[in-house]
C-alpha cells in the first residue's frame, strides 16, 4: 500500500523558513516524480513544485520559484521542500503527491494527508 | 499558463441522477487532462488519467471524455458518496494547473 506521511509543517513568521519532509513507502520511490500540491484555507488546489525520478529535472510555481527548493533522497524514500522567504500567501495545508508517470509533468496518483503551514506574524 | 475553467460551480442533484462536469483549457491540453474528487477534510483522489482512463480502483460509473480544450466527467448515477469537490489538472505544460473545481451538492 502507498503510503506518503508529511511532517515539518507549523506556525512561522513571515520571512523565515520552513523545512517539509515526506516519507514515502509502498513503491520504488526511484520510478516516479514526486510533488507538492497545497490549498489555502477554503481554496482550491495549486501545484507548487515537481521533482523527476532522478532529480534532473526540477519545476516551480511562478509563486514560489526563487524562494522554495525541492529535493528527494533516495537513501531514506524522501521528499523535501524547503520553504525560504515565507509570506502570508503561503498559509496552506501542503500536500506530498506521487507521479503516476516517472516524468515530471504527470497526474498525481497518490496523496499523503497534508501539513499545516501558517505564515503570520 | 493554461487556465482551466471548471462549470458549473456547484451541481445541485440527487442520488440515482447523471452528473456531468465541464472543464474548458484555455489552449489544447490535447488529452493530458485528469479529474480528482476531494471530500471535506480529506486529501484529493485521483479519478480519471489523460482524459478518459480511469484509475485503480475507481468504479465504472465515473467516466471522463474529451480533448484538446473541451472536457466532461460524467457519474452516471450519484451515489450518496459521490457528492464532493472535484477538480481538473492539466499536464500538457509548465506550470502544471488545477481548475477552480465543481460541488457536487445533495
Known amino acids: 500500500e502507498v503510503q506518503l506521511v508529511e511532517s515539518g509543517g507549523g506556525l512561522v513568521q513571515p520571512g523565515r523558513s520552513l523545512r517539509l519532509s515526506c516519507a514515502a513507502s509502498?513503491?520504488?520511490?526511484?520510478?516516479?516524480?514526486m510533488h507538492w500540491v497545497r490549498q489555502a484555507p477554503g481554496k482550491g488546489l495549486e501545484w507548487v513544485s515537481g521533482?523527476?525520478?532522478?532529480?534532473?529535472?526540477?519545476a516551480y510555481a511562478d509563486s514560489v520559484k526563487g524562494r522554495f527548493t525541492i529535493s528527494r533522497d533516495s537513501a531514506t524514500n524522501s521528499l523535501h521542500l524547503q520553504m525560504n522567504s515565507l509570506r502570508p500567501e503561503d498559509t496552506a495545508l501542503y500536500y506530498c503527491t506521487k507521479g503516476r508517470l516517472v516524468v515530471v509533468v504527470t497526474a498525481f496518483d497518490h496523496w499523503g494527508q497534508g501539513t499545516p503551514v501558517t505564515v503570520s506574524s | 499558463e493554461i487556465v482551466l475553467t471548471q462549470s458549473p460551480v456547484t451541481l445541485s442533484l440527487s442520488p440515482g441522477e447523471r452528473a456531468t462536469l465541464s472543464c474548458r483549457a484555455s489552449q489544447s491540453v490535447y488529452t493530458y487532462l485528469a479529474w480528482y474528487q476531494q471530500k471535506p477534510g480529506q486529501a484529493p483522489r485521483l479519478l480519471i488519467y489523460?482524459?478518459?482512463n480511469r484509475a485503480t480502483g475507481i468504479p465504472a460509473r465515473f467516466s471522463g471524455s474529451g480533448s484538446g480544450t473541451d472536457f466532461t466527467l460524467t457519474i452516471s448515477s450519484l451515489e450518496s458518496e459521490d457528492f464532493a469537490v472535484y477538480y481538473c489538472q492539466q499536464r500538457r505544460n509548465w506550470p502544471l494547473t488545477f481548475g477552480g473545481g465543481t460541488k457536487v451538492e445533495i
Open positions: 521533482i523527476s525520478w532522478d532529480s534532473a529535472e526540477k
Open positions: 509502498g513503491f520504488t520511490f526511484d520510478d516516479y516524480a
Open positions: 489523460d482524459a478518459s
